[in-house]
């Protein structure tokens, strides 16, 4: 097996995309197998994206009250969480925040807001203010996830200064139904199409650990490698209470990591950034998803649960030998 791991990684860092026969037989290696894989996926992300690992920072700017149903999600209305909602905050925090961020070490920052879509003109309005602000007063790049978008929107964004699109698949398209019944999957892949076609730079992953197969998990990463998104966060499911999923336990840590590492093989030249879910379910071995292939992290706190002191995060990468990635705001 290590062999053919080998060979396999070879393959890849010559330039040939793996087939999904590969992918699967690589998600079920164990044993000492297991570490050649990481060590492999490893040397692929050093290939590719070099030893930089890029730190991102977002800010729940709209909470709650979602007319979505995600089985997995604190926000949605129809699940009976404890989740504060409140509207669109102002400028001023939503700036402050940036620096923040910048200050933290991240690179990007991801202006969140909950529900389908933007469909009122005047928080859009809002947001696009911000991010002129944020590009004349800070040095860290804008990104925002706001939902279901079109063109115009996508090249309004742009025009304010946005550099990535966030957009989310959660899941392959095959799992979907079974997570969300709101909106189609198809309406997620037009949205990063349209970003896309607006030219800006595309963040697109999902969240593993809903009951998904790991051959649906290959599943959406041929669908982001045929989309061409730019980077693919990675999540791991935290139960929420008082959702669908509150008893959900699918996951272990050397799970996660086989993940990440299956996924580097697959996406080789992509940034793949471990989000929300790290501190559960990857516990002790959180320094272990770059050696299993991860080029970045979210740091600081998430959208509904608090992260972990972002100093720790900074010296988790000094002791591994890596350098946090500079900002790209050109």
């Not at 469909?119 to 040095?139: K, S």
Request: hydrophobic share 40%.
């Amino acid at each position: 097996m290590k062999d053919y791991i080998q060979k396999l990684a070879d393959s890849v860092m010559a330039g040939r995309e793996i087939a999904d026969d590969d992918a699967l037989r690589l998600g079920k290696v164990e044993g000492a197998g297991l570490y050649h894989l990481f060590a492999e996926a490893g040397r692929i992300r050093e290939h590719f994206v070099g030893k930089a690992v890029t730190l991102c920072s977002i800010i729940n700017a709209k909470s709650g009250a979602c007319s979505e149903d995600c089985a997995f999600c604190a926000q949605s209305a129809h699940h009976s969480t404890q989740t504060p909602s409140y509207p669109l905050v102002d400028e001023e925090q939503m700036v402050s925040c940036a620096k923040s961020a910048e200050q933290n070490g991240a690179s990007c920052y991801g202006i969140i807001t909950s529900g389908t879509g933007i469909g009122n003109r005047d928080e859009l309005d809002r947001i696009c203010r911000t991010l002129r602000r944020i590009r004349e007063e800070a040095g860290i790049a804008p990104s925002c996830s706001l939902g279901i978008i079109d063109d115009e929107t996508a090249c309004l964004l742009r025009d304010a200064g946005m550099m990535t699109y966030h957009h989310n698949l959660e899941t392959s398209r095959s799992f979907f139904p079974s997570i969300c019944s709101t909106h189609d999957y198809e309406q997620d892949v037009a949205t990063v199409r349209a970003a896309k076609r607006a030219g800006l730079k595309v963040c697109c992953g999902g969240i593993f650990g809903l009951g998904e197969s790991f051959a649906q998990r290959v599943e959406m990463a041929l669908t982001l490698r045929e989309l061409g998104v730019d980077s693919i966060p990675v999540n791991f499911l935290d139960p929420v209470a008082g959702s669908p999923l509150e008893h959900a336990d699918f996951l272990t840590p050397l799970e996660c990591l086989r993940t990440i590492a299956v996924y580097r093989f697959l996406l080789p030249d992509r940034q793949i950034t471990v989000c929300g879910g790290r501190e559960k379910n990857l516990r002790e071995l959180q320094s272990w998803i770059f050696m299993a292939g991860a080029s970045g992290m979210m740091t600081g706190n998430y959208l509904t649960k608090a992260g972990r002191d972002p100093a720790l995060d900074r010296q988790m990468v000094a002791d591994l030998g890596l350098t946090i990635a500079p900002c790209g705001c050109s």
